[in-house]
């Protein structure tokens, strides 16, 4: 696990080094170089297989090709083994050689050999190219920022900012995304000339000119094909357990960040089907004031029934310190609150272990959220005639209050009602969404808005709709989620706030094998009577405790609404007074008072629209004020 970064199409060594110094919270074990004529190499290394031998940039037998690499080959021994019988010499024992000699014998092709996470440049000294790929499911990050026959990438935009010649010039569409969805989708980032290289493609850079390709895409095959459903099962129940063993392979402590829901206990479980030895867990939770948000009753009841080494931490609303820190390792604006408890654990799980397996995935590849439940429902309720729906949706729309509990189910209802008013894919991005179209004009000023005239907010989710080659609705949004939300909101934030701790996480339901198996399976057997990870659930029934199984989902959550309400209710209007909203000229500040006396008030809950406000000025601070 590392950061790496370079530049090409020029050479400043100076300008390398700071951006490989930028990197160093993901890699503080060793840092690396490479340079040649018109390119440079950098890497900071976490030192996770190959303590000795494995420090980067890696070269093959003849130093032509040169490799700078983020994350972690699972295959990598099997890969080796037929790599040395076909002639290959190694000089170490790291998994990032094997990726060179991939190359060297085929080439770009190499990512299809390739089962993990990973991010890779490989600099090509005959051909005169750079090559650059990204794993299948986005596991891992890389950025890049192309202009004028010139090249600069890293795992961070962080890193590639320290080239003060750039501008800074934020992107007026990326921001409304932000708002829209609390994460930036794939390809934008916060800056007009940065963007993100797409989960499954790779990069190609050779005189001057950039090449971007797909290598893979979800397809939706054998569906005429006949299996029962204890077929399923049995394929699950392997691919799992085989997806866990895969991610054991480490020569540092490891463990697994345990929340008592199915998916990461399900890890818990497989593991110890493979292992008789100790397995450390780690679980966060929070006081009496926010029970309804605690799971860790769960995730000891899985810690006892596997007799796992488990450690409990219990989380404070004293976040103000650690707040700016959290902004900061995101890079962009992102407004997943989930990423403070998933920043504490790790800190806390880093003074024990190196890396972590955790159940990031296991929603989207098995279908586990409740607006799942929702989608399945509005295509019996659009078949109401459309006055109806009108009717039922101005009837009682205004008198559901939403909630500050962790199961929002007046919220879920009201914004059902809202939806059912809309066509199927623009329905379910309604409901992904934070701040819709009236809200985010009313948010915005007049001179922003005209930046974004005729301008959709919904054109990326849209756009992956039509690119899904599933027929069945609700296999679109398999796709659709797995492309937008995991890979840009949790796969994202997964990485940063671990890697803020200098930890690796490894997500086994993020296994590519896994999600294309979940692809031929109808979705009516993956989410049978309406059951949310219906087939999960059958496919662990005798391997988990019933408790787990048959509990209701709870996420990764924290009590953001309460917070903002009550202890930092002081910190928030401090952040946001409107000295500092007027001074960036994007907001109209009497709404974001009236959002904030709203929820302050209890006549709305905003939870989401002020912690992105929150967020964003935070941004801000560190990104441009102190540039």
């Known amino acids: 696990m590392c950061g790496i970064c370079g530049i090409a199409g020029f050479l400043d060594k100076e300008l390398l080094k700071k951006m490989t110094g930028a990197l160093a919270h993901r890699g503080p074990d060793a840092e690396g170089f490479y340079t040649d004529s018109n390119l440079g190499l950098g890497v900071r290394r976490l030192k996770i297989i190959d303590l000795v031998t494995g420090d980067q940039p890696i070269h093959n037998e003849e130093q032509s090709l040169w490799i700078v690499y983020n994350g972690e080959i699972y295959n990598f021994k099997e890969l080796r083994s037929q790599l040395e019988k076909s002639g290959h010499k190694f000089y170490t024992n790291s998994d990032t050689e094997v990726i060179i000699h991939l190359y060297e014998s085929y080439g770009k092709d190499c990512v299809h050999k390739l089962e993990g996470m990973f991010a890779f440049a490989i600099w090509d000294k005959k051909k005169k190219e750079l090559f650059i790929a990204r794993d299948r499911l986005g596991v891992k990050p890389l950025y890049y920022h192309y202009k004028d026959g010139n090249l600069r990438f890293a795992s961070e935009i962080k890193s590639i900012i320290q080239d003060n010649k750039l501008s800074r010039t934020i992107n007026p569409a990326a921001l409304a995304y932000f708002f829209s969805f609390l994460y930036i989708p794939s390809p934008l980032s916060i800056f007009e000339d940065i963007s993100k290289l797409p989960a499954g493609h790779t990069l190609s850079f050779k005189d001057g000119k950039l090449e971007i390709k797909q290598y893979w895409n979800l397809e939706f095959k054998d569906r005429q094909k006949v299996h029962t459903e204890r077929d399923y099962i049995q394929a699950v129940r392997e691919l799992l357990k085989e997806s866990v063993k895969k991610r054991l392979i480490s020569d540092v402590p490891m463990g697994v960040f345990l929340s008592g829901g199915i998916d990461s206990s399900a890890i818990v479980a497989m593991m110890r089907q493979i292992t008789p030895g100790v397995i450390k867990t780690f679980s966060i939770g929070y006081g009496a004031k926010d029970k309804t948000y605690n799971e860790l009753d769960y995730s000891q009841i899985v810690a006892d029934r596997f007799n796992t080494e488990h450690h409990k931490f219990i989380v404070e609303p004293k976040i103000t310190e650690i707040l700016p820190e959290v902004v900061w390792h995101m890079d962009e604006p992102f407004a997943d609150s989930s990423a403070i408890p998933t920043f504490l654990i790790a800190r806390e799980a880093r003074q024990k272990i190196t890396t972590a397996l955790t159940g990031t995935g296991g929603d989207e590849v098995f279908g586990g959220y409740p607006r799942y439940i929702g989608a399945r429902l509005s295509l019996a309720y659009e078949k109401l005639p459309y006055f109806l729906r009108k009717a039922i949706m101005v009837g009682s729309g205004p008198f559901i209050k939403e909630s500050l509990k962790s199961k929002n189910v007046s919220g879920w209802i009201k914004r059902f009602l809202e939806g059912g008013m809309l066509k199927d894919e623009e329905r379910y991005i309604s409901w992904m969404r934070c701040f819709d179209r009236n809200e985010e004009m009313d948010l ?99 391997i988990l405790p019933d408790i787990i199984i048959d509990r209701n989902k709870q996420g990764f959550m924290v009590p953001m609404g309460r917070w903002i309400k009550e202890d930092l209710k002081d910190y928030t209007l401090d952040i946001l007074n409107r000295k500092s909203v007027e001074k960036r000229g994007i907001f109209n500040y009497s709404f974001i008072r009236e959002l904030l006396d709203n929820h302050f008030k209890g006549r709305k809950v905003s939870t989401h629209h002020i912690y992105a406000l929150l967020v964003l000025e935070l941004w801000f601070r560190e990104y441009l004020d102190n540039s």
């Not at 005239?453 to 709709?465: E, G, L, Q, R, Y």
């Not at 989620?481 to 994202?492: F, H, S």
């Not at 296994?511 to 087939?535: C, M, R, W």
């Open 444 to 542: 915005f000023s007049d001179k922003f808005k005209e930046k974004l005239v005729n301008f959709d907010t919904t054109a990326i989710h849209k756009s992956c709709f039509s690119k899904s080659a599933a027929s069945d609705f609700l296999d679109k949004i398999f796709y659709v989620d797995l492309n937008t939300y995991l890979v840009d909101d949790l796969l994202n934030m997964g990485d940063r706030m671990s890697m803020a701790n200098s930890i690796e996480v490894r997500a086994p339901f993020c296994d590519h094998k896994l999600v294309e198996l979940l692809a031929t399976i109808p979705y009516q057997t993956k989410f049978s009577n309406f059951k949310l990870k219906g087939l999960l659930k059958k496919s662990l029934r005798g």
